[in-house]
């Protein structure tokens, strides 16, 4: 099935997939919730970005710190307290594989901030994330010779990453995030 796309390496033991998403000819995507290897589908979201203030609810969106540009996200499991790390640009998506370099991969990043309900306050959430780019031709094509069949769904162009805190507030997205 060259339309399906596999669940990238780093989230294949977390992401519980639930739909494919629809996408132009040549690109394909996945979505689903994050759940930790213990069961619990409850995390805390730590965050090293800048976090943005804005109406209807605020979002996410990379940092500059010590003359470099991050956007990490991670979450730990309130159950086990594994931490999970969703979305590292410098590592993961089309520029982290192919084109960050060794030293931007190794720079310290800003320090996490807990990610906070901005209508109740709660810290604990539930995470979903939603994630495309090239399928398998168009990927190993535009790699030219950079990626295999083994690895090419590692090289997302995009991710979503949606939280909903515990109590009864809606559903926001806190990350959109190119990778390509």
């Not at 709660?122 to 994630?131: K, M, P, Q, R």
């Not at 780019?133 to 790699?143: C, F, I, V």
């Amino acid at each position: 099935m060259e339309g399906m796309r596999p669940t990238p390496t780093h989230l294949r033991k977390i992401l519980v997939r639930q739909r494919t998403l629809p996408f132009p000819r040549g690109q394909s995507g996945i979505g689903g919730q994050v759940r930790c290897q213990c069961g619990s589908g409850t995390f805390l979201v730590h965050y090293a970005a800048e976090r943005i203030e804005s109406a209807p609810s605020p979002f996410l969106r990379t940092v500059k710190h010590e003359g470099r540009f991050f956007f990490i996200v991670k979450v730990q499991c309130v159950s086990c307290s594994a931490d999970h790390v969703l979305l590292d640009t410098h590592r993961h998506g089309w520029d982290g594989l192919l084109c960050s370099s060794a030293e931007e991969r190794d720079a310290t990043p800003p320090s996490f901030r807990r990610w906070a309900c901005h209508s109740c306050g709660g810290e604990a959430h539930a995470v979903e994330i939603e994630l495309g780019g090239d399928d398998k031709r168009e990927a190993l094509l535009n790699a030219e010779g950079e990626l295999t069949g083994a690895n090419w769904f590692d090289a997302f162009g995009s991710m979503n990453i949606g939280v909903k805190c515990s109590g009864s507030c809606p559903p926001t997205i806190i990350a959109e995030c190119e990778t390509q």
